[in-house]
């Protein structure tokens, strides 16, 4: 059986030298985001939701405020979560020395209002 599902692909390149490459396959609405074509992370969908708003450039501040109005979260988790998200981008990014296990980030599940 076939999945009908549409992906979208989101792409961000930046850095003097390109040196970090994002990209963000949304399926739904979880997402797989591979960074520099070496780091894959399996993303829930609030991970996704900060992953293609990162991706697009968007501020923290925005970022969170449109987070709060979809979901019951505190402005303090919601700014927590995503500097964690941002941190392990920046971390699997400019680190070689990485366990070459895909990693799933999961732990930002959030209450729906």
């Known amino acids: 059986m076939m999945n009908n599902d549409k992906s979208e692909l989101t792409h961000l ?6 040196n970090i490459r994002l990209h963000l396959r949304e399926q739904g609405d979880k997402g797989i985001l591979v960074i520099n074509a070496s780091r894959i992370l399996n993303l829930n969908p609030t991970a996704t939701f900060f ?7 968007i501020s923290d501040e925005k970022i969170v405020a ?5 979901y019951r979260v505190s402005r303090r988790q919601a700014m927590n979560d995503l500097k964690a998200l941002k941190e392990l981008i920046q971390n699997l990014s400019t680190t070689d020395d990485i366990c070459p296990i895909p ?3 999961t732990h930002l599940t959030l209450p729906t209002n």
């Open 51 to 57: 992953a293609k708003r990162i991706i697009q450039g």
């Open 103 to 105: 990693v799933s980030y």
């Open 13 to 18: 390149r930046q850095g003097e030298q390109g």
């Open 66 to 70: 449109e987070l709060r109005s979809k």
